[in-house]
């Protein structure tokens, strides 16, 4: 658990186009903020800025008193759900898993340990010998959130991790979502373009405009009385 403190932070694109402008914002610890806003806001720029993923131009990022600006991507505890989930097509299910803990040299009985732990959350258990390619597309988004899970991260960053599943399985696995953020009580943020998922899984919403942060608020504050 974390809280993040962006102040005054902004991206500028080295063709000059500045996608975020003196945006503040502060995410407490345990909580899931997700940000909304129309195609081209912002959204996953700034997703990728936290993930460390895209440089800051300006301005200061803070995991609790820890200024981020300046530490490698593997030092900043966090782990991103991308929205093509980026498995390893080679690699089983419990390799996709333990590649993170792998290059960080964990023990491996605690890399067993984890994996399977994480595994049973997911009920992934019975498929931890199969590749990506075996799975359905429900099964491997477990994975990507197994995988995030695994490093015990401080952060959990969500790019739009449902958007390639069908509309029966997106309701499944976004109540997942939520009941596994729940119970890790990790501090999370989440993109979306799609409304319902904003509000079902958000205890705060940010809606971002033209890179700047526009309204902030629990989704009853924005959506029953605008
Ligand atoms: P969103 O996720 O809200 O759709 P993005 O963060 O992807 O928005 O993009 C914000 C703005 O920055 C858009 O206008 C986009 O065209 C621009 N942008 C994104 N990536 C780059 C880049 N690498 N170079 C220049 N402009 C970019
Ligand atoms: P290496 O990287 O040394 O080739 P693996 O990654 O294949 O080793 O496996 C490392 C350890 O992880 C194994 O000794 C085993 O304990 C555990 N492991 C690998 N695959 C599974 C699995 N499908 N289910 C449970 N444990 C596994």
Do not use: W
Request: glycine share 6%; proline share 4%; hydrophobic share 40%.
């Amino acid at each position: 658990m974390a809280t993040l403190t962006l102040t005054d932070i902004a991206k500028s694109y080295p063709n000059g186009y500045q996608a975020i402008k003196q945006l503040n914002l502060t995410i407490a610890d345990g909580e899931m903020v997700v940000l909304v806003g129309p195609s081209g806001c912002g959204k996953s720029t700034l997703l990728r800025m936290i993930a460390g993923l895209e440089e800051i131009t300006n301005g200061s990022l803070k995991i609790d008193s820890r200024e981020v600006n300046h530490l490698e991507p593997g030092e900043r505890d966090i782990a991103m759900v991308f929205q093509n989930y980026a498995l390893y097509p080679h690699m089983s299910v419990y390799d996709n898993m333990a590649y993170g803990l792998k290059n960080r040299k964990t023990p491996k009985a605690e890399i067993k340990r984890l994996v399977t732990e994480a595994a049973t959350m997911l009920e992934l258990s019975h498929l931890l010998d199969r590749k990506p390619k075996q799975l359905s597309g429900g099964q491997r988004q477990r994975v990507a959130m197994g995988r995030a899970i695994v490093r015990e991260p401080k952060v959990f960053l969500f790019d739009e991790p449902l958007s390639n599943l069908d509309a029966k399985l997106r309701v499944q696995m976004r109540l997942e979502i939520k009941k596994l953020q729940r119970r890790l009580g990790t501090t999370s943020v989440y993109v979306t373009h799609d409304q319902v998922e904003a509000m079902t899984l958000a205890d705060k919403l940010v809606v971002l405009n033209k890179g700047n942060v526009e309204q902030v608020g629990t989704p009853l504050d924005l959506y029953d009385n605008p």
